[in-house]
């Protein structure tokens, strides 16, 4: 396993989530919502809204985990807020930085990862919406531009101010 390294502008990127005021809140049907449909689209059995923090990937919004968080050091979505716009991977069992990771080795059993970063439109990532599946596949264009378009919806939702139950 290789932990993601740590982003240049990390004191920044954590400073930017603090200020968003959604780590540790309550699950919120706004972002439920976005989860729930990208399960469904991608046909896949989990599906979460990680926030990347200091030492942990924590989840706004989980489906098919039974965990709130976990160690930054395992997390996918911390190599995925280095990237561009996706991070995929087709088999994790086939990825240096993933194939002895826990969370394929072992529970939940991740074999393809599908990470759509989310960054603020001020610029810090400080997060992903992540398609997980217990077997290897692919994404085509179409479908990563659909997680791109669900991606937007996340974001909108978590830099308005107002809160929506």
Not at 1 to 10: H, L
Not at 42 to 49: D, G, L, S
Not at 78 to 97: M, S
Not at 119 to 148: H, K, T
Request: aromatic share 8%; proline share 9%; net charge negative.
């Amino acid at each position: 396993m290789i932990p993601a390294p740590i982003p240049p502008d990390e004191e920044a990127r954590l400073q930017a989530l603090r200020e968003l005021l959604i780590l540790d809140t309550p699950p919120e049907e706004r972002f439920d919502r976005i989860t729930r449909f990208a399960m469904s689209e991608f046909e896949v059995p989990i599906a979460t809204i990680s926030l990347v923090d200091r030492d942990r990937q924590w989840f706004k919004s989980n489906f098919g985990l039974d965990a709130c968080e976990t160690s930054r050091d395992v997390s996918f979505c911390g190599h995925t807020i280095l990237e561009r716009r996706f991070l995929v991977v087709p088999d994790a069992l086939k990825d240096e930085r993933f194939r002895d990771n826990p969370l394929v080795s072992g529970p939940p059993w991740i074999r393809f990862y599908a990470g759509a970063i989310l960054r603020l439109p001020y610029g810090p990532a400080v997060g992903a919406l992540c398609l997980m599946d217990r077997r290897p596949r692919e994404i085509d264009p179409i479908g990563l531009s659909i997680l791109g378009s669900l991606r937007d919806l996340v974001v909108e939702e978590m830099v308005r101010k107002e809160l929506v139950a």
